[in-house]
């Protein structure tokens, strides 16, 4: 069993930044891949990157490639997301995730836990 809490979301102005944190527990975290992934209100879920266990390898959405970061810290149990030249399409109830298997996923199907959930509102 893995339990994740997101943190770090909040109000910021479009062309701001924010850092998203996930906290994990569990002993095989840094086996887990993780990914991050967000859903606005009336839309489905949407992928929005992933990062395998070593951290060697990443994937984003699209949308968010370029201004968006991945990273963790297994050190910590923790990984990150690093979101900069924040619009307001990007207005979202974001939320981690962990696998039990080491690589990327951009599928929500494939991901084991999950955390609650941290808001993130862009203004304009």
């Known amino acids: 069993q893995v339990h994740l809490v997101e943190s770090g979301g909040g109000l910021v102005q479009a062309g701001g930044s924010l850092r998203l944190s996930c906290a994990a527990s569990?002993?095989?975290?840094?086996?887990?891949?993780m990914g991050w992934f967000r859903q606005a209100p009336g839309k489905e879920r949407e992928f929005v990157a992933t990062?395998?266990?070593?951290?060697?390898?990443?994937y984003y959405s699209d949308s968010v490639k370029g201004r968006f970061t991945i990273s963790r810290d297994n050190a910590k149990n923790t990984v990150y997301l690093q979101m900069n030249s924040l619009k307001p399409e990007d207005t979202a109830v974001y939320s981690c995730a962990a696998r039990t298997a080491t690589v990327t996923s951009r599928r929500d199907r494939e991901y084991d836990y999950w955390g609650q959930g941290t808001q993130v509102t862009v203004s304009s």
């Open positions: 990062i395998n266990w070593t951290g060697g390898t990443t």
């Open positions: 569990g002993r095989t975290f840094s086996t887990y891949g």
